[in-house]
């Protein structure tokens, strides 16, 4: 019996990660998005107040340019009865083959971002606010070092450094964790007295807050450090532009062969609101 082992490569998470918006129109050049703000303020008044303060509103827009990406696929007329008298699915297998390069670039770009096209990912925001991790008792910042109640600490403080420079606004529903962090948490005892892992502590003393892992935030952070992030997956609050999911057109024959053109277009990922989403790096 024939089996085909093809090459293994880590899961693609984004769109796990990030609301997809699928709204934008596919022949949008640009998203442009408003923010409203309201001013003024109340006072106390008296019978036959004539001079109540206005209030008004306030806007400003923000735009993000949509960029197609593609990648083609071919077959050669012999190919496909090669194919054919060998019982393999040629085409299909080319198709996949296609579709997943276009995954692996999206997937790529709601990470990090696209500089040459100036898209930005989920680990590139600007407007995020930056949680300084403690110097552990060992000297430095990483985990490798920390005990659990530091660890505890670090993510703990990225929490509340949302809470407290949005005052209140925005709260962290997800944390976000290297690979190597993760599983560290994940299979280390809270203490040598706990049947309780530092994860599991962590959860317990934090009920709404779920903790993930993804393999890109290794060396995602400012001078290649570990980066941790802490945000709320509201579509309101990020999200990853979609205006062209995967396409494929129509096969174009040149010759004896066949060439197959697919495509999609992206936004990469916005964050409208201000420090919504917060990085810590150096674990």
């Known amino acids: 019996?024939?089996?085909?082992?093809?090459?293994?490569?880590?899961?693609?998470?984004?769109?796990?990660?990030?609301?997809?918006?699928?709204?934008?129109?596919?022949?949008?050049?640009?998203?442009?998005?408003?923010?409203?703000?309201?001013?003024?303020?109340?006072?106390?008044?008296?019978?036959?107040?004539?001079?109540?303060?206005?209030?008004?509103?306030?806007?400003?827009?923000?735009?993000?340019?949509?960029?197609?990406?593609?990648?083609?696929?071919?077959?050669?007329?012999?190919?496909?009865?090669?194919?054919?008298?060998?019982?393999?699915?040629?085409?299909?297998?080319?198709?996949?083959?296609?579709?997943?390069?276009?995954?692996?670039?999206?997937?790529?770009?709601?990470?990090?971002?696209?500089?040459?096209?100036?898209?930005?990912?989920?680990?590139?925001?600007?407007?995020?606010?930056?949680?300084?991790?403690?110097?552990?008792?060992?000297?430095?910042?990483?985990?490798?070092?920390a005990t659990p109640a530091e660890i505890i600490a670090d993510m703990a403080a990225i929490v509340t450094q949302v809470v407290v420079d949005t005052k209140e606004v925005e709260r962290p529903t997800r944390i976000l964790l290297p690979t190597s962090q993760f599983e560290l948490i994940n299979s280390t005892p809270r203490s040598s007295t706990s049947d309780t892992t530092i994860l599991g502590f962590f959860l317990g003393t934090h009920p709404g807050i779920e903790v993930m892992s993804w393999e890109r935030l290794a060396g995602a952070g400012a001078g290649s450090v570990d980066r941790m992030v802490a945000y709320d997956p509201n579509i309101m609050n990020v999200r990853l532009l979609m205006a062209v999911e995967f396409e494929q057109l129509p096969p174009q024959q040149k010759n004896m062969a066949f060439v197959v053109n697919c495509h999609m277009r992206t936004g990469g990922v916005i964050s409208p609101y201000p420090k919504s989403v917060a990085y810590g790096d150096g674990l």
């Open 1 to 145: 019996l024939f089996r085909s082992f093809d090459v293994k490569y880590a899961g693609l998470k984004a769109r796990q990660l990030v609301p997809v918006d699928n709204s934008v129109d596919a022949g949008a050049e640009t998203v442009t998005y408003e923010q409203f703000d309201s001013l003024g303020k109340a006072k106390r008044i008296s019978d036959f107040s004539d001079d109540l303060p206005m209030v008004n509103v306030k806007g400003s827009q923000s735009s993000q340019r949509i960029q197609s990406y593609g990648a083609a696929f071919g077959y050669s007329l012999q190919e496909v009865r090669a194919a054919a008298l060998a019982r393999k699915p040629l085409e299909r297998m080319r198709a996949m083959a296609a579709r997943k390069t276009l995954d692996q670039q999206l997937d790529t770009i709601a990470a990090v971002g696209d500089t040459t096209a100036g898209l930005v990912g989920l680990l590139g925001l600007s407007n995020v606010t930056t949680n300084t991790l403690s110097t552990k008792a060992a000297g430095g910042l990483t985990w490798a070092v």
